[in-house]
């Protein structure tokens, strides 16, 4: 009688261990070993970006290629000669570059604030930035986008603001 006691309180033991076991393990393998659903939202999404970045590159430079083509997106504001729009055209690229390094991971806040130190000592640049002031306000408070913006906006100030040469020292970068 004790043997056969023993010997339920045993296959009790192993299924609720097994069952453990196996709770745990589907555990860890939901959690790292099966590929998420946000992991292929999230390729889906790096792949839009990608193919968004290369189009944007290829307008532009249709539009820097041929001034008829670049007064179609020129929307600052102002009078610009076919000079300065691929001037402005040109400044978008190298900010955009910036942006898009920062949104895929590429560059932490602190490396984005050293590049957008960088890009405002070009006198090109910083109209540009003036220019599409109003491009900015339009954006949505919480995207990447804005955020960038807000960063650049800030040191953008205070290099204007400065009374010091040595501009790779104005400004506090901000926190990771």
């Known amino acids: 009688m004790t043997t ?4 339920a ?48 590159w290829d307008l532009l ?11 179609v997106i020129d929307n600052y ?12 055209l040109y ?12 949104d ?14 960088e890009l405002f000592q070009s006198a090109y640049i910083r109209d540009y930035w003036e220019a599409t002031r109003h491009h900015r306000a339009s954006l949505d408070p919480r995207s990447t986008e804005a955020e960038m913006g807000r960063i650049a906006d800030a040191l953008f100030k205070e290099l204007e603001d400065a009374e010091t040469d040595e501009w790779w020292v104005v400004g506090e970068p901000p926190q990771a």
Request: glycine share 8%; proline share 3%.
């Open 9 to 56: 309180w045993r296959t009790v033991s192993a299924a609720v261990a097994g069952g453990i076991a196996g709770a745990a393990g589907l555990h860890l393998w939901q959690r790292f070993g099966r590929p998420a659903r946000k992991s292929a939202a999230a390729e889906r999404h790096r792949q839009a970006r990608a193919h968004q970045q290369r189009m944007h």
């Open 61 to 71: 430079t249709k539009a820097l290629d041929d001034p008829s083509l670049a007064v």
């Open 77 to 88: 504001g102002q009078d610009l000669s076919p000079e300065k729009r691929r001037q402005f």
């Open 104 to 117: 895929s991971g590429a560059l932490t806040k602190r490396e984005v604030f050293g590049r957008l130190r």
């Open 4 to 7: 056969q006691s023993y010997g």
């Open 91 to 102: 400044a978008n690229l190298w900010y955009v570059q910036v942006f898009h390094l920062y």
